[in-house]
């Protein structure tokens, strides 16, 4: 029997928008919360009820599913621990939703009516911000602003009308900093009610993110502020990051939302692009300019568009040079033009695993094979057709290819070159090695200047 004072905490329960559901009536009424084991890249997922459209494909994810009940779209996100491996070699421990970080991706329609359960599994409150939506005050998600902490074990559940199309994202609004450092977040996507709006033929999304995790550790440093070692788009860093797999005069569409602390220009090869959507709406078209380079400050959401007519491998990254790279070379000190050939003698004998590297550059680091830490990964790795790529973090390659079907994502492999194509050796044509990188007496008055030499200066 319900006392007085309960009664009206009940009262004042249901008066907040974003609903706390217990009992065990709500509970089987409650749809399922599908789950994903790892970060494969899954096919679109198709709508089978309400208008159509051209679903996304989530690097490295996947879409939610989701039900119809009357004329409510139905979904369930968990918010919990997962696993995820960030590339071959390296897992972490994050926070995410539906058993991966990101958590999947929601689409529906403009004019959808839609209803999110969202069951905490974390050890400490969460709640869910609708980053982008226009939404009643009561569901945006703010803790303690707009509505009650869900805590752990507690359901909520939000209902909105989805007012108009774009590209959205969801995230924390509780304890955040830790929350985002963690890897809570995911994508929203609101396809216009006229399937023929700004239609493309592939439409991809991912979030970037940015983690400190020490080699050889699991967790991330949540208190971090600029000093991040992994920079990530949907948890995942090169070589681990799937191709944006397209044919030959596609139209395309990249969805790029930024939840790390700083901005990262994206710049993309071989085509002009030019920004079609921003988590504000839809960009007109007449308004917008050609890119190859697209700056997407840090809570800002891009979305850029190009027809892919030109065959081939063309990168895709961030152009801070830095966030293409992973933890290992993240505190490696400079060594060109020092003699490293006598300090690896003298270090050797102490520690016999240690390598000083980078005397002539760090290429070399892009195919060296040398003991790591367990769960970390190289500095920049992963093999192409004609050698190492020296690439880490946030790098992926947009592939083009001819006669491609309609849903064929597979990755096709590299691309075969046209006969005379590629850059090529002048045969005959040796320039001399550069003295720093010449064992002989010859290299010895640049060698002598060592840091060392530097830092012990009287
Ligand atoms: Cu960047």
Redesign the pocket.
């Known amino acids: 029997m319900f006392s007085r004072r309960q009664f009206l905490d009940a009262a004042a329960l249901s008066a907040v928008s974003a609903t706390l559901v217990s009992g065990r009536a709500q509970a089987a009424a409650i749809p399922e919360a599908p789950t994903a084991g790892d970060a494969t890249t899954q096919p679109p997922l198709a709508p089978a009820t309400g208008p159509d459209y051209n679903p996304v494909v989530t690097l490295n994810g996947w879409t939610l599913p989701w039900r119809m009940n009357g004329d409510w779209k139905e979904f369930h996100l968990v918010a919990e621990p997962v696993v995820r491996e960030f590339a071959p070699g390296m897992k972490a421990y994050l926070w995410g939703y539906n058993g991966q970080s990101p958590g999947p991706t929601i689409e529906a329609v403009e004019g959808d009516k839609v209803r999110v359960f969202v069951t905490n599994r974390l050890p400490e409150h969460t709640t869910i911000h609708w980053h982008g939506q226009r939404l009643p005050n009561g569901k945006d998600g703010v803790g303690g602003l707009t509505q009650p902490a869900i805590k752990p074990g507690q359901t909520f559940v939000y209902e909105f009308e989805l007012r108009r199309s774009g590209t959205f994202m969801y995230h924390p609004h509780a304890d955040e900093m830790v929350q985002m450092a963690m890897g809570m977040m995911g994508f929203f996507v609101v396809h216009p009610r006229d399937p023929q709006f700004r239609r493309v033929d592939r439409d991809f999304v991912f979030l970037m993110a940015s983690y400190d995790i020490e080699p050889g550790s699991y967790v991330p440093k949540v208190n971090e502020m600029t000093d991040f070692n992994l ?1 990530a788009w949907n948890s995942r860093v090169w070589p681990g990051i799937d191709p944006f797999v397209v044919a030959k005069n596609d139209k395309v569409r990249i969805r790029i939302g930024n939840l790390t602390m700083t901005n ?1 220009p994206i710049h993309a090869h071989g085509h002009e692009f030019k920004v079609s959507c921003t988590d504000g709406g839809w960009v007109p078209e007449g308004a917008a300019w050609p890119e190859v380079t697209v700056d997407v400050a840090v809570g800002q959401m891009r979305a850029i568009d190009f027809v892919a007519d030109e065959p081939g491998d063309w990168a895709v990254h ?1 152009h ?1 040079s830095h ?1 293409t790279m992973n933890a290992m070379g993240h505190s490696v000190k400079t060594y060109i033009g020092a003699d490293l050939r006598a300090m690896q003698k003298k270090i050797g004998k102490v520690a016999p695993v240690q390598m000083t590297m980078g005397d002539k550059g760090m290429a070399d680091m892009g195919a060296m094979e040398m003991p790591l830490p367990d769960n970390t990964l190289p500095m920049m790795t992963g093999y192409a057709q004609f050698g190492p790529v020296e690439m880490g973090g ?1 790098f992926s390659v947009l592939k083009v290819r001819e006669g491609l079907a309609r849903s064929d994502y597979k990755d096709p492999g590299w691309f075969r070159h046209p006969e005379g194509t590629v850059a090529r050796l002048v045969p005959g044509e040796q320039a001399p090695a550069p003295k720093c990188a010449a064992p002989s007496e010859k290299g010895a008055e640049y060698r002598a200047v060592k840091p060392s030499s530097h830092m012990h200066h009287e």
Do not use: L
């Open positions: 920079w990262h961030c801070k966030h946030m």
